[in-house]
């Protein structure tokens, strides 16, 4: 950090805001944070080459965020004489002490392979190309309204990749459906996944129904659960034993009528001895 300077905060151009990711819950402890200590660390910034006297910011926009609901003025500024390109590779290729999320670091990717091969990419960020490919996919397999949802902070990538985008591809029509309801009434992460088991196995009629009011249908699905929790603690192990006979007794009578069609069909059939 060799030209750390002292900025006026409107002199950062937020070029690259709308591809991060916004988390209320991150900002308010940075918030309370530099409140009480000041700014630790500077934004990383470089010349914008289109306009003299400002600069694109390329990392640290929560900083910048939280100073600006502090209604600071000035902000501490590393400025790195790179281009904007340069920079962004840099400070995708650091460590773990400044990771970037995986939905981030898809966005800045498809930003530069507008302008620079994949190959080259994956050689500057000390990666393979196929990493590169994998992190670009989260960005081309989501539409643009579900991902403004996962940057705001409103949708987990999980849901996104995991359930919406696949849902998205086999009926559009129920994935936004789904996505205005978890607009009104998120769904944790289990929620979502016990959603989207139960719509994959269920019938038409039964797929809309469960679209069009998700929370009526997990809150269906607990109280069966509840149900049969209760009916097996009133049984006690007795009740389990019985039940599990009057299953395997089906079975078998399921069995015995099949070796009877098969052997009059002619089939040989090894003989079978059942042993209690």
């Known amino acids: 950090m ?4 002292r900025l006026d905060l409107h002199a950062l151009i937020p070029r690259f805001a709308p591809l991060r990711l916004h988390d209320p819950v991150r900002l308010a402890r940075l918030v309370a944070s530099i409140e009480r200590r000041g700014q630790l660390m500077p ?3 470089v010349p914008a080459a289109e306009r003299a006297g400002q600069w694109v910011l390329i990392d640290g926009y929560r900083r910048r965020a939280a100073l600006a609901r502090l209604k600071q003025d ?3 500024v590393d400025v790195w004489p790179q281009s904007v390109d340069v920079a962004l590779l840099t400070t995708l290729s650091r460590g773990p002490e400044r990771a970037w999320e995986a939905i981030e670091e898809a966005a800045l990717i498809a930003e530069l392979s507008a302008r620079h091969s994949l190959q080259a990419i994956a050689r500057e960020l000390g990666r393979d190309v196929s990493w590169v490919s994998r992190r670009l996919s989260l960005i081309k397999t989501l539409p643009e309204d579900l991902l403004a949802q996962v940057r705001a902070g409103q949708i987990s990538l999980w849901a996104a990749t995991r359930v919406l985008a ?4 086999a009926n559009a029509a129920h994935a936004r459906t ?3 309801k978890l607009a009104e009434q998120p769904l944790s992460t289990r929620e979502l996944k016990r959603l989207y088991a139960h719509y994959r196995q269920a019938s038409k009629v039964q797929r809309q129904r469960l679209i069009e009011n998700p929370q009526l249908f997990l809150n269906a699905l607990q109280s069966r659960e509840e149900e049969a929790t209760a009916k097996r603690l009133a049984a006690g192990p007795e009740g389990a034993w019985y039940q599990d006979l009057r299953v395997v007794s089906a079975l078998i009578e399921r069995l015995l009528g099949q070796w009877h069609s098969l052997k009059q069909q002619g089939h040989s059939l090894k003989r079978i001895q059942i042993v209690t």
């Open 2 to 5: 060799e030209n750390v300077l």
């Open 43 to 45: 934004v990383v910034a």
């Open 74 to 76: 000035r902000i501490w």
């Open 166 to 169: 696949p849902l998205a591809r």
């Open 178 to 180: 789904l996505l205005a």
